[in-house]
């Protein structure tokens, strides 16, 4: 079984920051990217910044200049650094991994229960 924990979410005034963590474990065989996506009231989810297993990043937009996503691959955890936190960065972010949990088993996507973050203006 495969677990992602998120932890960090939380208030903000606009302008300031915050820091996510999500830890991946259980069964774990190979990672071959980490993510986050988020998802606001009465939209769909879509993601903010996802890093591969190499280190290649990709980002939202509207996040690109503020947010940054890092890992610690010993311990399959994934970060993102929020700065210059908007009102419109408001929703519930959601970590996802792409891993296999044996040599022979397909890719699979594996999400943590989410982490609600608020800005305020």
């Known amino acids: 079984q495969v677990q992602l924990v998120e932890s960090g979410g939380g208030l903000v005034q606009a302008g300031g920051s915050l820091r996510l963590s999500c830890a991946a474990s259980?069964?774990?065989?190979?990672?071959?990217?980490m993510g986050w996506y988020r998802q606001a009231p009465g939209k769909q989810r879509d993601l903010v910044a996802l890093?591969?297993?190499?280190?290649?990043?990709n980002y939202a937009d509207s996040v690109k200049g503020r947010f940054t996503i890092s890992t610690d691959n010993a311990k399959d955890t994934v970060f993102l650094q929020m700065n210059s936190l908007k009102p419109e960065d408001t929703a519930v972010y959601y970590c996802?991994?792409?891993?296999?949990?044996?040599?022979?088993?397909?890719?699979?996507?594996?999400w943590g229960q989410g982490t609600q973050v608020t800005v305020s203006s």
């Open positions: 996802k991994s792409r891993l296999r949990r044996f040599w022979s088993e397909l890719w699979r996507d594996y």
């Open positions: 259980g069964n774990i065989f190979s990672i071959s990217d």
């Open positions: 890093i591969t297993r190499d280190g290649g990043t």
